[in-house]
């Protein structure tokens, strides 16, 4: 009788697996203050994949994030790290709390958006697991195909994967974002343990202040290159971003010029953003600033030189000095 | 005095507009112009200078791949790398060669040599992964300095600034260690006529992953590598007044 509804259960396990059940761990990315919208993107991708859903959050007096995404629709399950071990959300602490949740769980794939965040995270924690992480996917074909972009954008790849748990960041502006509401999941305590990092410490972050909407999430994106020639020029951009509710954004030489800092820089080695209208003034249009936002629905491209290879992607373009063109825009709109 | 492993990697040159090979399968690189991975470059000018500032001793260049990666190591060589390790890849093998192999075959290399320090660039401007530090560190539980863009040593202690999205985070870190090279970290010198010609006398060693006791198996089956969808041609538009017109048109002021 034992023996018999034993095999049954073992069968219907085996029958499970066959029917693909897939649960997906998303690591929430946050200030612990509130969730990052990159997270709501990734969201949906775990939605994509099916099955369950279940969020981690892992921060330092991190219950209201926590709370936050349990309203998301889509998600079963909260699990909540609440420990001071995470303060700068540091690799080295999260990985053993994530390893020590998947043991826990099993979980088919782990998802995080692809951030400085989840590109520090999840090649660690893919390594612990001994599998091939997935970067920057731009789509999903099955739970066990993605899609994503190799050459700077100018290939684009569909890969199987075959390793047991899939490790995927996701590309955020490839995929919509699932709204924080009309869900009710539970938050439960995710596995406790020490996960002090002992060789690495977190001294400080210098985040750059700005009330303009956060670069990779706006809707309008204004972009200078080396044609603005200083970085005191980049006001005529700055006063332009004002009036359009815009993010500003830079190419690697007016970030290398020292224009504008670091993390303004758009491109293959910088931010990926695909908004709604892309303006880019001064900007030749290398390969790799391409790269950061071809997918951008219209681009508009302000150059003197009509050569610019900006040009071909552009959908409207001007041909001529952006220090008459921007100010005279400015005014107009 | 440390001892540093750098990996550097051959890809097609960052200038070169890629083509899509016609059957689907990868991008052509026959007869395609091939150079040091830019990051790569940053990386290893990193340990030079360390090795200038007399905190590391000796530099051990890496390359995963077939016989033309030695091309790479030998750049690597002229910049002021000591010796080189060429882990030699079939070019079949090497298409689905992914930064898992390459870290678990850095990661024994890192031990196999006693490095204190293993530095990468951040990604690989082909496959664009940017997983490869992450990993040895995670193989080798070393702490792991992403993306950074200075690194000052103390006594065996490196403060790291990282690039992060929102700017720059500073981690102190405890060798040994893992560190990933952003753009910003350097710039990388020129390799000059006699240093080129001293590199060819540089020892290349030649080893293959089973030799490290690496399981180089495929984890991915690529199914598809396409062009990306083509953007329709734009319009010149001669004033502001046309440019605001069509923004407005298309619903976007």
């Known amino acids: 009788m034992f023996a018999t509804n034993f095999r049954m259960l073992r069968a219907s396990n085996k029958f499970g697996s066959l029917a693909r059940y897939e649960s997906t761990l998303v690591i929430a990315e946050h200030n612990n203050e509130s969730l990052l919208p990159i997270t709501s993107n990734a969201l949906s991708v775990a939605k994509k994949i099916g099955g369950d859903v279940t969020v981690l959050v892992a921060g330092t007096k991190c219950d209201a994030v926590a709370q936050a995404v349990s309203k998301a629709n889509g998600v079963s399950k909260v699990l909540v790290a609440d420990n001071d071990a995470f303060k700068g959300f540091l690799p080295e602490a999260l990985t053993p709390l994530i390893i020590a949740t998947q043991n826990e769980h099993k979980f088919t794939h782990i998802l995080a958006g692809a951030t400085a965040f989840g590109k520090a995270l999840l090649p660690r924690v893919a390594a612990k697991l001994d599998v091939s992480p997935v970067s920057d996917i731009i789509g999903v074909k099955a739970p066990d195909t993605f899609v994503r972009t190799i050459y700077a954008g100018n290939a684009i790849q569909t890969l199987k994967c075959k390793d047991k748990v899939k490790v995927v960041s996701v590309r955020g502006t490839a995929f919509e974002a699932t709204p924080l509401e009309g869900g009710n999941a539970k938050c439960e305590p995710a596995p406790a343990g020490d996960y002090k990092p002992k060789l690495i410490e977190f001294i400080k972050q210098e985040l750059s202040k700005s009330d303009r909407p956060e670069l990779t999430s706006a809707k309008v994106v204004v972009s200078g290159g080396r044609g603005m020639k200083s970085g005191d020029n980049f006001k005529l951009l700055y006063t332009l971003a004002d009036k359009l509710n815009a993010a500003v954004g830079a190419s690697r030489a007016a970030v290398d010029a020292g224009f504008v800092p670091n993390d303004l820089q758009v491109g293959q080695t910088g931010k990926i953003v695909a908004p709604d209208l892309y303006i880019a003034v001064g900007i030749s249009g290398a390969i790799q600033h391409l790269a950061g936002m071809k997918d951008s629905k219209t681009i508009v491209a302000i150059n003197k030189d009509p050569e610019a290879p900006i040009f071909h992607v552009a959908d409207y373009g001007i041909v001529a000095d952006l220090f008459k063109v921007v100010p005279e825009l400015t005014e107009k709109l | ?253």
């Not at chain 2, 790569?40 to 260049?61: S, T």
């Not at chain 2, 090497?94 to 024994?108: C, F, G, R």
């Not at chain 2, 990604?123 to 792991?144: F, K």
């Not at chain 2, 040994?176 to 710039?187: K, T």
């Open chain 2, 1 to 253: 005095m440390a001892r540093a492993l750098v990996g550097v990697k051959r890809v097609i040159d960052y200038a070169v507009k890629i083509r899509v090979k016609s059957d689907k399968m990868g991008v052509v690189t026959d007869g395609v112009k091939h150079s040091m991975n830019p990051f790569d470059e940053i990386a290893i000018e990193e340990a030079i200078r360390m090795k200038e500032k007399k905190l590391v001793q000796e530099i051990i260049a890496v390359s995963c791949g077939p016989k033309q990666s030695q091309d790479t190591l030998r750049t690597a060589l002229a910049m002021g790398a000591d010796k080189g390790i060429h882990i030699e890849i079939s070019e079949s093998e090497y298409e689905t060669l992914q930064p898992l192999h390459v870290s678990k075959i850095l990661a024994k290399l890192a031990v196999d040599e006693k490095a204190d320090l293993v530095i990468v660039g951040k990604q690989a401007i082909d496959d664009d992964c940017n997983q490869t530090a992450q990993m040895i560190g995670g193989i080798l539980d070393w702490p792991t300095g992403t993306f950074c863009s200075k690194i000052e040593n103390n006594n065996g202690e490196l403060t790291v600034t990282r690039e992060v999205d929102g700017g720059l985070e500073v981690v102190k870190i405890k060798t040994p260690a893992v560190l990933s090279a952003d753009l910003r970290l350097n710039e990388p010198r020129y390799a000059t006529l006699p240093n080129i010609m001293k590199a060819k006398k540089k020892p290349i060693k030649k080893v293959t992953p089973k030799d490290l006791g690496v399981d180089t198996t495929a984890r991915i089956d690529i199914l598809s590598v396409e062009e990306p969808p083509v953007r329709q041609a734009g319009a010149i538009l001669p004033d502001v007044d046309s440019l605001i017109g069509k923004l407005k048109e298309s619903g976007h002021v």
